[in-house]
Every structure is written in structure tokens, then in C-alpha cells.
T-cell receptor, first 111, second 115 residues
Framework: GNSVTQMEGPVTLSEEAFLTINCTYT??????LFWYVQYPGEGLQLLLK?????DKGSNKGFEATYRKETTSFHLEKGSVQVSDSAVYFC??????????FGSGTQLTVLP | DAGVIQSPRHEVTEMGQEVTLRCKPI?????LFWYRQTMMRGLELLIY????????DSGMPEDRFSAKMPNASFSTLKIQPSEPRDSAVYFC?????????????FGQGTRLTVV
């Protein structure tokens, strides 16, 4: 079935550093791909998504491009802020349309 | 819309007691998911309903866990009897599956502590 493999964490960066969190997927066809973010003490919320190959999702300065050649959907941000500290999850629909999540990557941004 | 509403936000109970977690999905959403999150196992899908019917409950850890969705606006997850290893944050999420690319919306979660 469909699955995602996500970069192991935790990741610690200084403010204004460049961020990359790797995500690769295994899927039948070309499903939509998602990045979710979980701030401390809260539920997951959608950060961005891409619905077809070569699409770029973007939100709050974060970007991810759906690359079918490398089956990847890496999350990037050019300049992180302390407020970006959270856990980030890559996800895609499973065989029964349930969302399958990666293991999550804890990001800590230091001032 | 108020989003997905879960109750209670926190629950502390003694081992052996029955625990019931509640979820109200977003109106109009026809898919509902229960997830469990722990440090050791991450985010695990427990059960998935579509149009109030359980589609996949392979993630339910044991017979002590049961879930119901009596109507489109309410679901429960019950643990009986509860054990300390059930301590986790339980999330409910809903989505509409009218199109494949629609995202799931999560509730704030219920933090369960079994002592």
C-alpha cells in the first residue's frame, strides 16, 4: 500500500537558517501529497499540499514540490523563525483513502 | 464551522476503569478517523469510518478498544478496561472524500493518562 518515509529528527536550527525536511513516498499512481504541522499542545493542521506531479505547494514561507521522478515531496523554508518550532508530518492517502502519515520530524528553532 | 470538536481535552483515570472519548466531526464531512499519538509509536490510525460505517479497524490494538459512529455528527472511542499503556493523545479527524485531494481536519485531541 501507499506509504511515506520521512527524515528522522529532531532538527535544531538557528533563526533565519534554511530548512529542508525530506519526505519520499511509495504509491500506486499519483496521489495527492500533504505536509501537516503540529504545534505544541495542538492537533495537526494542514500546512500545504500538492495534488499532481510537478505541483508546488506553499504556505507561510514553506514550499514543497511534488517530484514523481524521485518520488519525493521535501519541505523547505528559506529562513526559519522561532515560531516555526513544531513537529512536521508528511502524508498521503492510503488504499482506502485514509491518510497515512510519516513518523514526524521535530523542528526546534533557536533565537 | 467550529472545526472538529473533541471532549474531554484531558482525562485522568485509574487502571481498570472505562474511558469514553467523544468526537464531533465537521458538518458535511463523511469520513472520520481516530488516531493515537505516543512518543514511542508516533501517530497511529486506529479506525476509519466512511458514511458512519467502519471501513478499517485493523489499527485497533485490542478488544478493549471499540469505536462507534451512530450518526454523521458523533463518534466515540471507548477503552474498557483501561491500562497504563493506553496513555496517549487521541485525535479525531474528519474529511470529505468527494475528491481525493481534500485534506483531513484534526481536533485538538484528548490527552489520556491512565494511572
Amino acid at each position: 500500500g501507499n506509504s511515506v518515509t520521512q527524515m528522522e529528527g529532531p532538527v535544531t536550527l538557528s533563526e533565519e537558517a534554511f530548512l529542508t525536511i525530506n519526505c519520499t513516498y511509495t504509491a500506486t499512481g499519483y496521489p495527492s501529497l500533504f505536509w501537516y504541522v503540529q504545534y505544541p499542545g495542538e492537533g495537526l493542521q494542514l500546512l500545504l499540499k500538492a495534488t499532481k506531479a510537478d505541483d508546488k505547494g506553499s504556505n507561510k514561507g514553506f514550499e514543497a514540490t511534488y517530484r514523481k521522478e524521485t518520488t519525493s515531496f521535501h519541505l523547505e523554508k528559506g529562513s526559519v523563525q522561532v515560531s516555526d518550532s513544531a513537529v512536521y508530518f508528511c502524508a498521503l492517502p492510503g488504499s482506502a483513502r485514509q491518510l497515512t502519515f510519516g513518523s514526524g520530524t521535530q523542528l526546534t528553532v533557536l533565537p | 464551522d467550529a472545526g472538529v470538536i473533541q471532549s474531554p481535552r484531558h482525562e485522568v483515570t485509574e487502571m481498570g476503569q472505562e474511558v469514553t472519548l467523544r468526537c464531533k466531526p465537521i458538518s458535511g464531512h463523511n469520513s472520520l478517523f481516530w488516531y493515537r499519538q505516543t512518543m514511542m509509536r508516533g501517530l497511529e490510525l486506529l479506525i476509519y469510518f466512511n458514511n458512519n460505517v467502519p471501513i478499517d479497524d485493523s489499527g485497533m490494538p485490542e478488544d478493549r478498544f471499540s469505536a462507534k459512529m451512530p450518526n454523521a455528527s458523533f463518534s466515540t472511542l471507548k477503552i474498557q478496561p483501561s491500562e497504563p499503556r493506553d496513555s496517549a493523545v487521541y485525535f479525531c479527524a474528519s474529511r470529505t472524500d468527494s475528491q481525493e485531494h481534500t485534506e483531513a481536519f484534526f481536533g485538538q485531541g484528548t490527552r489520556l493518562t491512565v494511572v
